[in-house]
Protein backbone atom coordinates (compact mmCIF):
# COMPACT_ATOMS: atom_id res chain seq x y z
CA UNK A 1 0.00 0.00 0.00
CA UNK A 2 1.47 3.73 -0.92
CA UNK A 3 0.02 6.42 0.49
CA UNK A 4 1.57 9.54 0.33
CA UNK A 5 2.07 11.84 3.22
CA UNK A 6 -0.08 14.79 2.01
CA UNK A 7 -2.88 12.82 1.12
CA UNK A 8 -5.83 13.06 3.46
CA UNK A 9 -8.13 10.03 4.24
CA UNK A 10 -10.74 9.79 7.06
CA UNK A 11 -10.24 7.08 9.94
CA UNK A 12 -13.29 5.58 8.98
CA UNK A 13 -12.35 4.62 4.93
CA UNK A 14 -11.68 1.08 4.58
CA UNK A 15 -8.92 0.77 2.36
CA UNK A 16 -8.05 -2.76 0.18
CA UNK A 17 -4.78 -4.35 -0.45
CA UNK A 18 -2.61 -2.82 -2.48
CA UNK A 19 -4.16 0.16 -2.83
CA UNK A 20 -2.51 3.52 -3.41
CA UNK A 21 -3.18 7.34 -3.32
CA UNK A 22 -1.80 10.15 -4.37
CA UNK A 23 -0.31 13.24 -3.53
CA UNK A 24 -3.11 15.76 -1.69
CA UNK A 25 -6.00 13.10 -2.31
CA UNK A 26 -8.94 13.48 -0.42
CA UNK A 27 -10.65 10.71 0.88
CA UNK A 28 -13.80 11.34 3.26
CA UNK A 29 -15.78 9.08 6.14
CA UNK A 30 -17.10 5.60 5.21
CA UNK A 31 -15.30 5.31 1.69
CA UNK A 32 -14.81 2.27 0.53
CA UNK A 33 -11.82 1.25 -1.75
CA UNK A 34 -11.28 -2.03 -3.19
CA UNK A 35 -8.21 -3.72 -3.50
CA UNK A 36 -5.38 -2.78 -6.35
CA UNK A 37 -7.06 0.42 -6.98
CA UNK A 38 -5.00 3.71 -7.63
CA UNK A 39 -5.96 7.13 -6.88
CA UNK A 40 -3.94 9.75 -8.52
CA UNK A 41 -2.82 13.13 -7.24
CA UNK A 42 -5.84 16.11 -6.20
CA UNK A 43 -8.75 13.51 -6.56
CA UNK A 44 -11.61 13.84 -3.92
CA UNK A 45 -13.76 10.81 -3.05
CA UNK A 46 -16.15 11.75 -1.86
CA UNK A 47 -18.29 10.19 1.70
CA UNK A 48 -20.11 7.19 1.18
CA UNK A 49 -18.17 6.23 -2.24
CA UNK A 50 -17.58 2.67 -3.32
CA UNK A 51 -14.89 1.90 -5.73
CA UNK A 52 -14.22 -1.52 -7.01
CA UNK A 53 -11.45 -3.52 -7.17
CA UNK A 54 -8.17 -2.66 -9.93
CA UNK A 55 -9.94 1.09 -10.51
CA UNK A 56 -7.95 3.72 -11.89
CA UNK A 57 -9.04 7.04 -10.90
CA UNK A 58 -6.99 10.13 -12.18
CA UNK A 59 -5.81 13.30 -11.62
CA UNK A 60 -8.20 16.16 -10.62
CA UNK A 61 -11.36 13.37 -10.56
CA UNK A 62 -14.35 14.60 -8.34
CA UNK A 63 -16.62 10.94 -6.72
CA UNK A 64 -19.46 11.12 -4.98
CA UNK A 65 -20.35 14.84 -4.50
CA UNK A 66 -23.78 16.29 -4.12
CA UNK A 67 -25.66 16.77 -7.01
CA UNK A 68 -26.08 19.87 -9.11
CA UNK A 69 -29.61 20.82 -7.58
CA UNK A 70 -30.89 23.65 -6.38
CA UNK A 71 -32.33 23.70 -2.57
CA UNK A 72 -30.59 20.05 -2.64
CA UNK A 73 -30.57 18.52 1.28
CA UNK A 74 -27.87 16.84 2.55
CA UNK A 75 -29.27 13.18 2.66
CA UNK A 76 -27.46 10.04 2.75
CA UNK A 77 -26.76 8.90 -0.98
CA UNK A 78 -23.69 7.19 -2.61
CA UNK A 79 -21.62 6.71 -5.90
CA UNK A 80 -20.85 3.03 -6.29
CA UNK A 81 -17.79 1.93 -8.99
CA UNK A 82 -17.45 -1.56 -10.64
CA UNK A 83 -14.25 -2.97 -10.77
CA UNK A 84 -11.90 -2.14 -13.42
CA UNK A 85 -13.11 0.77 -14.07
CA UNK A 86 -10.85 3.81 -15.35
CA UNK A 87 -12.01 7.73 -14.91
CA UNK A 88 -9.73 10.15 -16.14
CA UNK A 89 -8.60 14.04 -15.45
CA UNK A 90 -11.36 15.90 -13.88
CA UNK A 91 -14.40 13.69 -14.55
CA UNK A 92 -17.24 14.43 -11.90
CA UNK A 93 -19.59 12.00 -10.80
CA UNK A 94 -22.58 12.96 -8.01
CA UNK A 95 -24.26 10.76 -5.69
CA UNK A 96 -27.79 10.02 -5.57
CA UNK A 97 -30.55 12.97 -4.90
CA UNK A 98 -32.67 11.38 -2.41
CA UNK A 99 -32.02 9.15 0.58
CA UNK A 100 -30.25 5.82 0.58
CA UNK A 101 -30.35 6.48 -4.09
CA UNK A 102 -27.19 5.07 -5.74
CA UNK A 103 -25.48 6.66 -9.04
CA UNK A 104 -23.60 3.40 -10.51
CA UNK A 105 -21.10 2.81 -12.88
CA UNK A 106 -20.53 -0.70 -13.54
CA UNK A 107 -17.26 -2.77 -14.45
CA UNK A 108 -14.56 -2.70 -17.07
CA UNK A 109 -15.89 1.50 -18.22
CA UNK A 110 -13.76 4.39 -19.24
CA UNK A 111 -14.82 7.84 -18.40
CA UNK A 112 -12.33 10.38 -20.56
CA UNK A 113 -11.74 14.11 -19.04
CA UNK A 114 -13.88 15.77 -17.99
CA UNK A 115 -16.94 13.71 -18.47
CA UNK A 116 -20.15 14.49 -15.90
CA UNK A 117 -22.23 11.89 -14.59
CA UNK A 118 -25.09 12.97 -12.79
CA UNK A 119 -27.23 12.02 -9.87
CA UNK A 120 -28.90 8.88 -10.31
CA UNK A 121 -27.46 7.37 -13.48
CA UNK A 122 -26.98 4.01 -14.53
CA UNK A 123 -23.51 2.98 -16.13
CA UNK A 124 -23.50 -0.46 -17.69
CA UNK A 125 -20.34 -2.86 -17.94
CA UNK A 126 -17.61 -2.04 -20.56
CA UNK A 127 -19.27 1.30 -21.44
CA UNK A 128 -16.85 4.17 -22.87
CA UNK A 129 -17.72 7.78 -22.56
CA UNK A 130 -15.52 10.27 -24.13
CA UNK A 131 -14.44 14.06 -23.60
CA UNK A 132 -16.22 16.69 -22.43
CA UNK A 133 -20.03 14.25 -22.28
CA UNK A 134 -22.47 15.21 -19.94
CA UNK A 135 -25.09 12.80 -18.62
CA UNK A 136 -28.01 14.27 -16.76
CA UNK A 137 -30.24 12.76 -13.53
CA UNK A 138 -31.38 9.73 -13.58
CA UNK A 139 -29.88 8.67 -17.27
CA UNK A 140 -29.49 4.87 -18.15
CA UNK A 141 -26.97 3.52 -20.22
CA UNK A 142 -26.57 -0.02 -20.87
CA UNK A 143 -23.57 -2.53 -21.97
CA UNK A 144 -20.71 -1.78 -24.28
CA UNK A 145 -22.66 1.46 -25.26
CA UNK A 146 -20.06 4.37 -26.80
CA UNK A 147 -20.68 7.42 -26.43
CA UNK A 148 -18.66 10.08 -28.38
CA UNK A 149 -17.02 13.37 -27.06
CA UNK A 150 -19.10 16.38 -26.44
CA UNK A 151 -22.26 14.66 -25.73
CA UNK A 152 -25.39 16.26 -24.05
CA UNK A 153 -27.75 13.64 -22.47
CA UNK A 154 -30.99 14.95 -21.18
CA UNK A 155 -32.53 13.25 -17.83
CA UNK A 156 -34.22 10.31 -17.98
CA UNK A 157 -32.93 9.09 -21.18
CA UNK A 158 -32.01 5.18 -21.92
CA UNK A 159 -29.02 4.23 -24.24
CA UNK A 160 -29.51 0.54 -25.23
CA UNK A 161 -26.29 -1.99 -25.41
CA UNK A 162 -24.21 -1.95 -28.09
CA UNK A 163 -25.42 1.72 -28.98
CA UNK A 164 -23.02 4.15 -30.61
CA UNK A 165 -23.58 7.98 -30.25
CA UNK A 166 -21.70 10.35 -32.35
CA UNK A 167 -19.35 13.33 -31.21
CA UNK A 168 -21.75 16.45 -30.38
CA UNK A 169 -24.88 14.41 -30.67
CA UNK A 170 -27.75 16.07 -28.60
CA UNK A 171 -29.67 13.34 -27.23
CA UNK A 172 -33.21 14.16 -25.54
CA UNK A 173 -35.09 10.81 -26.55
CA UNK A 174 -33.75 6.92 -25.84
CA UNK A 175 -31.36 5.80 -28.49
CA UNK A 176 -31.92 2.10 -29.61
CA UNK A 177 -29.85 -0.96 -29.06
CA UNK A 178 -27.57 -1.91 -31.63
CA UNK A 179 -27.88 1.53 -33.59
CA UNK A 180 -25.98 4.41 -34.40
CA UNK A 181 -27.10 8.00 -33.52
CA UNK A 182 -25.47 11.30 -34.65
CA UNK A 183 -26.75 14.65 -35.26
CA UNK A 184 -28.32 18.07 -33.59
CA UNK A 185 -30.98 16.75 -32.73
CA UNK A 186 -30.31 13.31 -32.70
CA UNK A 187 -31.05 10.56 -35.59
CA UNK A 188 -31.26 7.12 -36.25
CA UNK A 189 -28.19 6.38 -38.98
CA UNK A 190 -27.98 2.83 -38.96
CA UNK A 191 -27.44 0.17 -37.43
CA UNK A 192 -23.99 0.03 -35.04
CA UNK A 193 -21.99 -2.61 -36.94
CA UNK A 194 -18.62 -1.62 -35.72
CA UNK A 195 -19.89 -2.32 -32.29
CA UNK A 196 -21.80 -5.80 -33.23
CA UNK A 197 -19.07 -7.25 -34.96
CA UNK A 198 -16.10 -6.04 -32.04
CA UNK A 199 -18.99 -7.90 -29.47
CA UNK A 200 -19.00 -10.97 -31.22
CA UNK A 201 -22.73 -10.76 -32.45
CA UNK A 202 -23.25 -13.36 -35.18
CA UNK A 203 -24.09 -13.11 -39.07
CA UNK A 204 -27.40 -13.87 -38.98
CA UNK A 205 -28.17 -11.67 -35.46
CA UNK A 206 -26.59 -8.23 -36.55
CA UNK A 207 -29.26 -9.11 -40.25
CA UNK A 208 -32.20 -9.45 -37.94
CA UNK A 209 -31.11 -6.42 -36.50
CA UNK A 210 -30.63 -4.39 -39.44
CA UNK A 211 -34.00 -5.39 -41.14
CA UNK A 212 -35.94 -4.47 -37.79
CA UNK A 213 -33.97 -1.04 -37.71
CA UNK A 214 -34.88 -0.52 -41.70
CA UNK A 215 -38.46 -1.28 -41.17
CA UNK A 216 -38.40 1.06 -37.98
CA UNK A 217 -37.36 3.89 -40.63
CA UNK A 218 -39.42 3.40 -43.01
CA UNK A 219 -41.44 6.13 -43.97
CA UNK A 220 -44.84 4.26 -44.58
CA UNK A 221 -45.16 2.97 -40.99
CA UNK A 222 -45.66 4.64 -37.86
CA UNK A 223 -43.77 3.03 -34.72
CA UNK A 224 -46.63 0.90 -33.86
CA UNK A 225 -46.86 -0.42 -37.64
CA UNK A 226 -43.06 -1.18 -37.72
CA UNK A 227 -43.46 -3.08 -34.63
CA UNK A 228 -46.48 -5.27 -36.02
CA UNK A 229 -44.45 -5.41 -39.31
CA UNK A 230 -40.95 -6.92 -36.97
CA UNK A 231 -43.09 -9.22 -35.20
CA UNK A 232 -44.40 -11.05 -38.42
CA UNK A 233 -41.43 -10.68 -40.46
CA UNK A 234 -38.24 -11.22 -38.62
CA UNK A 235 -37.71 -14.08 -36.30
CA UNK A 236 -37.37 -13.45 -32.41
CA UNK A 237 -34.20 -13.59 -31.43
CA UNK A 238 -33.26 -12.84 -28.47
CA UNK A 239 -32.08 -9.59 -29.63
CA UNK A 240 -35.46 -8.52 -31.38
CA UNK A 241 -37.41 -9.58 -28.46
CA UNK A 242 -35.24 -7.30 -26.36
CA UNK A 243 -35.13 -4.25 -29.33
CA UNK A 244 -39.19 -4.58 -29.73
CA UNK A 245 -39.38 -4.43 -25.89
CA UNK A 246 -36.89 -1.16 -25.15
CA UNK A 247 -39.38 0.53 -27.97
CA UNK A 248 -42.48 -0.31 -26.58
CA UNK A 249 -41.19 0.59 -22.92
CA UNK A 250 -39.31 3.97 -23.61
CA UNK A 251 -40.59 6.63 -21.42
CA UNK A 252 -39.25 9.37 -23.27
CA UNK A 253 -40.09 8.27 -27.49
CA UNK A 254 -37.23 6.48 -29.55
CA UNK A 255 -34.43 8.40 -31.61
CA UNK A 256 -35.82 8.17 -35.08
Known amino acids: MIIHKSAVIDASVTLGANVSIGPFSIVGPNAVIGDNTEIGPQV ?22 EPQMVNFEDISSSVEIGDGTVIREYATIHRGAKESQTTKIGKHCMLMNYVHIAHDCEIGDHVVIVNYTGL ?17 VH ?8 AMVGGKTAVTKDILPFSLVDGVPARLI ?7 RRNHIQPKVRTAIKKALKILLDP ?33 GITK
Open 44 to 65: CIHPGTVIGQDCKIHHGASIGG
Open 136 to 152: SGHVIVEDHAFISGQVG
Open 155 to 162: QFVRIGKN
Open 190 to 196: SVNAIGL
Open 220 to 252: AHNTAQALEKMEVEIEMLDEIRYLIHFIKHSSR
